[in-house]
């Protein structure tokens, strides 16, 4: 079956550590999306990619980073810039390129916890 | 950001009861999109519009395209304890990115 999958669902960090999010898609979607939901919050977006080897800035790109050297993967960094890097992070993905808006399709996110 | 408004913020509500939540925006859109959060996974779509004054319906569920464009309504009906979650709105214009609501926090007691 198609989806979209985040890896791992539970990770902590030491504070100064980097770490990576891994996001993975086999729907064949062109553009991929990181979100940060806090506890009571809606979703806020990090960083997205329409196309492989591009990416731009979303609302609160500071402290982290991404790349998209393939269609499929779409990893997020939380670098130790970050500084309340605590949350649970949201990937999701999308086709681009079509008039029938589908919306984005979502994995089951990963809780980063800094101790 | 943007963000849509969205409301009620929160819900309690008793088994069986209906419930009703509706989303607004300062400009139009040509999809409007809602989704449930279940408690620690991924938002998961119910419904999607497309067309300004439709209704449709899943099982219990029913959302409308506001006549405006601006808005969009999502009603439950005879609501059960699996509907607690997170339920958001979601707008999109053409290929743009979607626009997300701030979330209605839905608690059912038996």
């Known amino acids: 079956d198609g989806g979209i999958t985040q890896s791992p669902k539970y990770l902590f960090r030491k504070e100064g550590q980097n770490v990576t999010l891994s996001c993975e898609q086999n729907?064949?979607?062109?553009?991929m999306y990181w979100y940060r939901q806090d506890p009571g919050q809606g979703l806020r977006l990090i960083y997205y990619?329409?196309?492989?080897?591009?990416?731009q800035k979303g609302d609160i790109a500071e402290g982290y980073s991404v790349s998209r050297e393939k269609k499929e993967s779409f990893p997020l960094t939380v670098t130790s810039a970050q500084k309340n890097p605590t949350a649970f992070y949201l990937c999701?993905?999308?086709?681009?390129?079509?008039?029938?808006?589908?919306?984005?399709?979502f994995g089951s996110g990963t809780r980063l916890t800094v101790v | 950001g943007q963000q849509l408004n969205q409301s009620p913020q929160s819900m309690f509500i008793q088994e069986g009861e209906d419930v009703s939540m509706n989303c607004t925006s300062s400009?139009?859109?040509?999809?409007w999109l809602w989704y449930k959060q279940d408690p620690g996974e991924g938002p998961v779509l119910l419904i999607a519009?497309?067309?300004?004054?439709e209704l449709t319906s899943n099982g219990r569920l029913t959302a409308q395209f506001g006549i405006t464009r601006k808005d969009s309504f999502l009603n439950i009906s005879a609501s059960i304890p699996s509907d607690v979650g997170i339920y958001f709105c979601?707008?999109?214009?053409?290929?743009?990115?979607?626009?997300f609501g701030t979330g209605t926090r839905l608690q059912v007691f038996p």
């Open positions: 999701a993905s999308s086709m681009f390129r079509t008039r029938a808006n589908y919306g984005y399709t």
């Open positions: 729907l064949n979607h062109d553009a």
């Open positions: 990619s329409q196309i492989v080897n591009d990416f």
């Open positions: 400009s139009i859109f040509n999809t």
């Open positions: 519009l497309y067309k300004a004054g």
């Open positions: 979601a707008g999109q214009y053409n290929t743009d990115k979607l626009i």
